[in-house]
Nanobody, 115 residues
């Protein structure tokens, strides 16, 4: 099965932007949908956004208008462009299939929004 590895986190000031990458070990078109999740209190991971094989997208209300999911099929990579970042966006971000495969969570990538 295709494995997904996220990268691109870092420290950014409030109002700034950051782009995360999710690289697949195989064709991303072999996956029904790829999602970005983030860790919430209690170690739960909440869905932020996903992009389907057909290109349809979904965004959680908390990020709508600020985050954009996209993909480069040739590079087998899904991106999460985050803009107008807020301190409350600080957490670990993960990519996984949507719905998530419980045995496929990676290490995630830390995003810290702070001045």
């Amino acid at each position: 099965q295709v494995q997904l590895v996220e990268s691109g986190g870092g420290l950014v000031q409030p109002g700034g932007s950051l782009r995360l990458s999710c690289e697949a070990s195989g064709s991303i078109l072999s996956i029904n949908a790829v999602g970005w999740y983030r860790q919430a209190p209690g170690n739960l991971r909440g869905l932020v956004t996903f992009i389907s094989r057909g290109g349809s997208t979904y965004y959680a209300d908390s990020v709508k208008g600020r985050f954009t999911i996209s993909r480069d099929v040739a590079k087998n990579t899904v991106y999460l462009q985050m803009s107008s970042l807020k301190p409350e966006d600080t957490t670990i971000y993960y990519c996984n299939t949507f719905p998530a495969r419980e045995n496929s969570w990676g290490q995630g990538t830390q995003v810290t929004v702070s001045s």
